[in-house]
């Protein structure tokens, strides 16, 4: 394959499939960033400015092309202009498409250098932001919706006569989509802060991507995947709204373990121009299962009935805790990283479909409009989010549990937290840990949970911290540590969570089960170590914190 010139003017006649510059093709040819070699270049042709002698450009030679290559990748590394705008780390799009069913063949992306992390935990984040803009070259982009094809090769959006293209939208500076790719939909009675505005949104209705967000949210009335709808240039329009499918890895921001979940494949297959192997997807477990009231109402809707005093509900995934001092964390849903409810207060009012709370625990009535989520392409909605601890505005780890790299040091390890691929999230009480010496106790002023080392034996949970065991009988069972380490006698208490949610899984490949939760621990069963002090030892009391970060950049 060759890439074609590109041309010093905007328009361009289409003559036998080629296109055709007026007069004269650039003396450079650019694929975002990248200079195109010359080898890679097709010839140069050109018609005068009526459209006649068209041919190709004097002394014009073609270049050798990339053999046996379906589509090229160009990549850079540039701080540009872009780069600037918000929190962008990346961005993407196609530069070329085929004559005959405008499949892109050409594409580039550039990667932001100063917003590129190299610490190992974050190795799989810009793995995952590679990808992101890969897909966005080869098809999920607000400037190929309109080139789509069904099942047949046809077009999905109707193409005029006189240049066999879809039309122009001037607005958008872009080809027009039809319904049958991304449709309309209105929603009259979107719930928010004192009653209900109507609520717009584009989804895209194509088939294989309303079968698996029907099938996602156990949601036959949906319609199709809702799209962004807020962000710049290059954020709207082009990822999955935020608020609908949060970690889901096309989104426009990544906040916390992305995945490329059935629904992105399934949209990649829509295109017409490729074939998915569903085999590869990653588990999507944001709004799974959840049902219309989830995916087609308002976060707002979502909590007010999961917290009514009818209801009893949890109202995960969505929060309502004010993120403050001293921080008081808890476990994301699926038990692989501390995290915390990212639900801050803003210096101004939220915009009124925004608004998402009618009251708020210990916020004074009447400023509810002031607080949200801190992801704005969400819609503010808070949710429970990984985070990174900060000392000097300096990257310490992550909290995500499967990464050794996130484990504490070990003067600052007061809960004997253990990071790695073995381990899980777990929620302490509500009481303080702390370290103690006869002389000296230092409180952690951050808790509520930490990920621990786990085994699934005998039909029960086992929890690892520090160099003991603790079986777990039941669920919300408290585990009692009182553990001497370094001198310092480390003071907690851990709650099991039920062994359906850690163990499940692991037993049913061992064709085994999880013994009922009935039963009581021994009381004698746990290891506990105590302090043997003089009476004359004096004794002083410290508090330890970092800075707490929310994870949060955006990929285009």
């Known amino acids: 394959m060759s890439v074609i010139e590109k041309c010093e003017s905007s328009q361009v006649f289409v003559k036998d499939h080629h296109t055709h510059c007026i007069d004269t093709c650039r003396p450079v040819t650019m694929c975002g960033e990248v200079r195109v070699p010359e080898d890679h270049l097709d010839v140069c042709r050109t018609c005068n400015g009526t459209g006649h002698n068209c041919g190709i450009a004097e002394g014009s030679i073609a270049g050798p092309g990339i053999d046996g290559a379906d589509f090229v990748f160009y990549v850079s590394a540039m701080q540009t202009e872009r780069c600037h705008k918000g929190l962008t780390v990346a961005y993407a799009a196609h530069c070329q498409q085929e004559a005959a069913l405008d499949r892109p063949i050409a594409g580039h992306a550039n990667l932001c250098p100063g917003s590129i992390s190299t610490k190992p935990q974050e190795l799989e984040t810009l793995l995952s932001t590679v990808k992101h ?9 607000v400037s190929l919706y309109a080139f789509y094809r069904d099942e047949n090769g046809e077009p999905r959006t109707p193409r005029r006569s006189d240049t066999g293209k879809p039309p122009l939208n001037e607005k958008l500076q872009t080809h027009q989509w039809s319904e049958n790719t991304i449709k309309t939909v209105v929603r009259p009675r979107w719930q928010v802060h004192g009653g209900y505005v109507e609520r717009t949104m584009q989804m895209i209705v194509t088939p294989r991507v309303r079968a698996e967000v029907q099938a996602h949210f156990n949601c036959p009335e949906l319609e199709g995947a809702e799209l962004e709808d807020q962000g710049e240039d290059g954020t709207a329009l082009t990822h999955w709204e935020k608020r609908v499918f949060e970690n889901e890895a096309m989104t426009g921001t990544h906040t916390q373990n992305p995945v490329y979940s059935r629904i992105t494949l399934a949209l990649m297959e829509d295109t017409g121009w490729y074939s998915a192997n569903y085999s590869m997807a990653q588990e999507l477990g944001w ?44 476990c994301t849903d699926d038990r692989s990283s501390v995290a915390l409810c990212n639900l801050v207060k803003h210096t101004q009012p939220l915009p009124k479909k925004y608004q998402n709370f009618d009251s708020i625990p210990h916020v004074l009535s009447g400023e509810e409009q002031y607080y949200g989520g801190s992801v704005s392409l969400a819609d503010f909605c808070p949710y429970i989010q990984e985070f990174t601890w900060r000392a000097r505005n300096i990257v310490v780890r992550g909290s995500h549990c499967l990464y050794e790299e996130n484990n504490p040091h070990p003067d600052k390890n007061f809960a004997l937290e253990k990071y790695g691929p073995h381990s899980r999230c777990f929620d302490h009480t509500n009481d303080m ?45 408290e585990i009692i540590i009182r553990i001497m380490q370094n001198g310092w006698l480390h003071k907690g208490a851990l709650i099991c969570p039920p062994c359906r949610d850690i163990c499940q899984a692991e037993f049913k490949a061992r064709d ?42 955006v990929v285009r």
């Open 133 to 141: 803009e890969i897909l966005h070259a080869l098809g999920f982009s």
């Open 287 to 330: 709004g799974k299962n959840l049902g219309c009231n989830f995916a087609m109402k308002s976060c707002k809707e979502w909590i007010s009935t999961k917290s009514s005093p009818l209801s009893g509900k949890s109202i995960h995934p969505f929060c309502n805790k004010v993120k403050q001092d001293p921080l008081q964390t808890e």
């Open 433 to 477: 840990w702390e370290e103690r010496t006869c002389k000296q106790a230092r409180q952690w002023q951050h808790w509520g949970s930490g990920c621990y080392l786990y085994k699934c034996e005998a039909g029960r949970l086992h929890i690892m911290v520090g160099n003991y065991t603790y079986t777990c009988y039941h669920a919300g069972q």
């Open 512 to 553: 085994e089960w999880c013994k009922p939760g009935d039963e009581h621990p021994p009381s004698i069963y746990y290891h506990k170590d105590y302090l043997h002090c003089a009476s004359a030892d004096s004794f002083s009391l410290s508090i330890s914190t970092l800075i707490i970060a929310i994870l949060s950049f």
